[in-house]
């Protein structure tokens, strides 16, 4: 079943419809009633019962009303006290048109149930007389065709009978003084079947100052006659009277108001009987009566109800806990075309602002709204809190009436209309303005949050509530849960508290970020802080020998070292697919070069660049998590003046910008750029290979590694066949047989056209496995005049990689095998590190017959170097250092000599640091201590301070 709009099924009364309707006409009058000035929904007895639903509590007070006017019991005295709003006029102009009707019972709708319940076939008419104290006047008479009233008990007396009444209470009226329990006994028993109903006896009392005498009395004569008259009235067993009395401060008013309501309910506690006020689920039936001619079919409405109930109980963990029932069910039923959540968010959250009336005010305010949503054709299929339309003038105007000052800027700015943020949110995302989702949202939490005030412990409206007073069956929950989060981080009087959200006139701590952001130093703060988090994101288990963050070229060292190096571009070198690329330009930058210095290993650098399209939102991330970072420093040191709940807000949006950050980390630095050389027309020509890194992987730097070694970028593990066929394409061509193993493995390391292996293992490898067979090649540890040392073919593990290591061309080991071969001699282990057998002979450079890859001319291999007379295995040496110059002369050595060591294979370097100070008048217990612990820290294998020997 599709679901249909409201305004399908229910049509609203002709005046809600027009809006012809007056605020007034909800507020009944019960003067004008009596005087027969009231609009015909009130002055017609038929017509009031019509659009009148009998509550609970009005049920029983009409059974007690008809069981007392005829004789058969009931309560003499009811007193109506309740909530400003809560129904107590209302009521009294109920028993009113039942006392005085001009028609029969049976014409009244809903009474005739009532009348057989109290057990009574013909009820008689009864005289009325209605007393409201805000008509009346201590001061100024009434005067009724010759006859001048001054008080309350001339007032009764000339309504019940006349002038024979007055007649009766004359004298008493004329000095002030209460006539007496008999006299208004004799009063009462003479009109009955009588009702007496006083409406607002606070408003006239509270006028009586204390010790003054009025012509309508003084105030303790005024307070004897209401005593008098409760007890008169148990005497005469088919006369009645209703009372109503204001229970809110605002309706009592002041000093006098609260000592005359005091004394007041003394004398009504004596006989009274309390009225049950309107509850709010009989509140749902008597705004639809009042509001709309038909709800719809109830096969409709119920179709209705039970699509939002099932859209409920299916998606159970979003909604509370109550909509699960099969009682809400009914409650949507029942309060069709309005949504309950509105009722309970009127009812339990609105009705405590002191101006605004529980059942007149929410008639009042759905009134405004539901002319506005007929005449703008909305289609929501219940009128929901986020249906409310606040862009509108009267339905804002309406709201903010019952508010405190301020509220205007914050809906006009944050909730609803074409200025709104949320009205932008919707218009720049079809997602969330294909349903209007950041608006309902706004409203929503609007209706649950603005009467709420900083006194309460737990304020907001819970996400599971924005939800049932937002998403409609078929909607997307999580569209809605996303527009919430958007609101939470643009809204500047938008709170949140765990699950909470409210709406607030003070401003929250978003604008106080958005200023310092705008004063975040990019260079100083901003650029640093992304450099540590880009790092952190990268760790330490990975095969690179070293991973380098917005790193100048000349900190990026060119070196072989134990791995490639990943080279992290920064922010300013972003990749992006145009032709003009930040990234390229900065990456071959590094690549060419070290500092002022050419840079020769080439081939051991891979580059990470940004997504050009996030940096500026990974930037933006940044700035806003270090502003939230510093309100928060400032709060806890109080250099901000700010209470807990702003110091948990503010932590709580500088974890929640923190993680958006490292998210944003993952999606920005995910293209992995490759340089790789091709030959045109004979010259190397540089290009640059790009694939992408999942952002969502769980480990980055994993996630680089499989990338590189599913694209070849990076060998992992080498075949021989592909080492004998870069060894025939580039070095073994024409009288070339050998060539020198480590300049091989150095060549791959300086030219992009080679192939990029992971370290000097792969290569070794792939050394080892070519030896095994006679397939690929041979390797020999030396070589001495025409003779190989180490001859190593088609069996064993070669030895280790120097300078005088040779591969050698299969056809020529071939050859050389058979020139050599001899009958069987003892030979030691061909395996054997460096030199000839036995180690007595010295090993020569590699022959003449080596060549270099034809593209590089000039550079070194370990070829053509004549043999040393002796082979000198061991360095030391030792220098003293000027203690201010210290750091830089030591970098310095560590360049120019230490460097030459590790940069050869097989080379164990160990530097020992030897540091000797002196002081004439000895070291204090503070350097020494601090001197130690640095020490210590820095894993000195001896530190110690002695005494002058």
């Not at 009148?52 to 019991?73: K, N, P």
């Not at 989702?437 to 649950?448: C, H, K, P, S, V």
């Not at 919430?484 to 765990?498: A, G, T, V």
Request: hydrophobic share 35%; net charge negative.
């Amino acid at each position: 079943m599709s679901l249909k709009p409201w305004r399908e099924i229910a049509r609203p009364h002709k005046d809600v419809l027009e809006g012809t309707f007056k605020q007034s006409e909800f507020a009944a009058d019960i003067t004008q009633v009596a005087n027969g000035t009231a609009t015909d929904e009130y002055q017609d007895a038929e017509k009031f019962f019509s659009r009148t639903f009998i509550t609970e509590g009005m049920r029983l007070l009409l059974i007690s009303v008809a069981q007392r006017l005829a004789g058969h019991g009931g309560d003499p005295v009811i007193q109506l006290q309740t909530a400003f709003g809560g129904g107590k006029t209302h009521t009294l102009l109920a028993v009113y048109h039942l006392a005085s009707r001009t028609v029969g019972t049976e014409k009244l709708h809903g009474i005739p149930p009532v009348l057989d319940e109290a057990g009574i076939q013909s009820l008689p008419h009864a005289k009325v007389a209605v007393i409201d104290g805000i008509k009346l006047s201590p001061s100024q008479p009434r005067k009724y065709s010759g006859t001048t009233v001054n008080t309350l008990w001339g007032e009764l007396a000339f309504q019940l009978l006349g002038d024979e009444g007055f007649r009766m209470v004359a004298d008493s009226d004329a000095d002030g003084t209460s006539p007496g329990k008999e006299v208004l006994t004799d009063l009462i028993r003479k009109a009955a079947p009588c009702v007496i109903l006083i409406d607002e006896l606070v408003a006239f009392i509270r006028q009586l100052e204390l010790g003054k005498q009025y012509k309508a009395g003084t105030f303790d004569s005024n307070i004897s006659f209401v005593q008098a008259l409760t007890e008169a009235l148990k005497a005469v067993p088919n006369a009645i009277l209703l009372a109503s009395l204001p229970e809110s401060e605002l309706e009592v008013g002041g000093t006098m108001g609260q000592r005359a309501l005091n004394s007041l309910e003394k004398y009504f506690a004596r006989v009274e009987s309390v009225w049950k006020p309107v509850g709010t689920e009989e509140a749902f039936e008597i705004v639809r009566r009042r509001l709309f001619e038909t709800p719809g079919e109830r096969a409709e409405v119920e179709g209705i109800s039970r699509q939002f109930s099932d859209f409920y109980r299916n998606n159970a963990e979003k909604f509370p806990v109550e909509t699960q029932s099969n009682e809400y069910f009914e409650r949507l039923c029942r309060s069709y075309p309005i949504h309950p959540e509105i009722f309970d968010r009127l009812y339990e959250d609105w009705s405590t602002l002191e101006k605004f009336q529980r059942t007149r005010g929410v008639l009042q305010y759905m009134a405004i709204v539901i002319h506005r949503l007929w005449n703008s054709d909305n289609k929501d299929a219940l009128i929901m809190p986020g249906s409310v339309p606040l862009e509108d003038s009267n339905v804002r105007n309406k709201s903010i009436h019952y508010l405190p000052q301020g509220w205007e800027p914050v809906i006009e700015r944050e909730v609803d209309g074409t200025r709104s943020a949320p009205h932008d949110i919707d218009g720049h995302h079809t997602l969330f303005g294909g349903v209007q989702a950041a608006r309902r949202t706004a409203r929503t939490i609007f209706l649950g949050s603005a009467p709420s005030t900083t006194d309460q412990m737990i304020r907001g409206v819970q996400v599971e509530r924005i939800l049932l007073g937002t998403v409609q069956p078929g909607q997307t929950i999580g569209v809605f849960e996303d527009v919430l989060k958007r609101l939470r981080d643009r809204l500047h009087y938008l709170y949140s508290d765990k699950d909470r959200y409210w709406l607030d006139t003070k401003p929250n701590l978003r604008r106080e970020m958005e200023s310092r952001k705008q004063n975040i130093s990019e260079r100083d703060e901003l650029l640093p802080m992304l450099k540590t988090r880009v790092t952190q994101v990268f760790g330490r288990n990975h095969q690179f020998g070293g991973v380098h963050v917005f790193t100048p070229s000349v900190d990026v060292p060119d070196d072989y070292g134990t791995g490639p190096r990943l080279v992290v571009l920064p922010t300013n070198a972003a990749y992006s697919r145009s032709e003009t690329n930040q990234a390229f330009t900065a990456a071959e930058e590094i690549l060419r070069n070290r500092g002022d210095q050419p840079r020769q290993k080439q081939n051991r650098l891979i580059f990470l660049a940004p997504d050009y399209d996030v940096v500026s939102r990974l930037k933006e991330q940044a700035r806003i998590f270090l502003a939230w970072k510093s309100i928060v420093t400032d709060i806890e040191n109080g250099n901000l003046n700010q209470d807990l709940s702003h110091l948990n807000q503010a932590k709580r949006n500088r974890d929640g910008a923190e993680q958006s950050l490292s998210q944003l980390v993952r999606e920005t630095y995910k293209w992995l750029i490759a340089p790789v050389e091709e030959f045109v027309k004979g010259k190397p020509v540089l290009n640059w290979e790009v694939v992408s890194v999942s952002p969502t992987a769980p480990s980055l730097i994993q996630a680089i590694e499989e990338r590189l070694r599913e694209e070849e970028w990076m060998i992992y593990e080498w075949s021989p066949i592909h080492l004998r066929n870069i060894l025939n394409q580039w070095y073994l061509k024409g009288d070339a047989k050998d060539v020198g193993a480590l300049k091989v493995w150095q060549d791959c390391c300086h030219y992009l056209y080679l192939p990029r292996l992971v370290n000097d293992s792969v290569f070794r490898n792939a050394i080892n496995q070519g030896v095994e067979t006679e397939d690929f090649f041979a390797f020999a540890s030396g070589k001495e005049g025409d003779g190989y040392l180490g001859f190593t073919f088609g069996r064993g593990s070669i030895a280790t990689l120097d300078e005088s290591s040779l591969l050698i061309d299969r056809e020529a080991a071939v050859a050389y095998r058979e020139s050599t071969a001899q009958p069987p001699q003892p030979t030691p282990d061909p395996g054997g590190m460096g030199g000839e057998p036995g180690g007595s002979t010295t090993p020569a450079g590699g022959s003449g017959s080596t060549v270099t890859p034809s593209p590089t001319p000039g550079s070194t291999g370990g070829t053509g170097t004549p043999a040393p007379t002796a082979t000198k295995k061991q360095f030391y040496g030792t220098i003293s250092l000027d203690p201010v110059k210290a750091k830089m002369d030591f970098a310095t050595i560590i360049d120019e000599v230490v460097q030459q060591f590790t940069a050869k294979l097989g080379v164990n370097v160990k530097i020992s640091v030897e540091i000797e100070a002196t002081s004439r008048d000895g070291f204090d217990e503070s350097m020494q201590r601090t001197v130690k612990e640095n020490c210590n820290v820095l894993r000195f294998n001896s530190a110690e301070f002695e005494e002058e020997s």
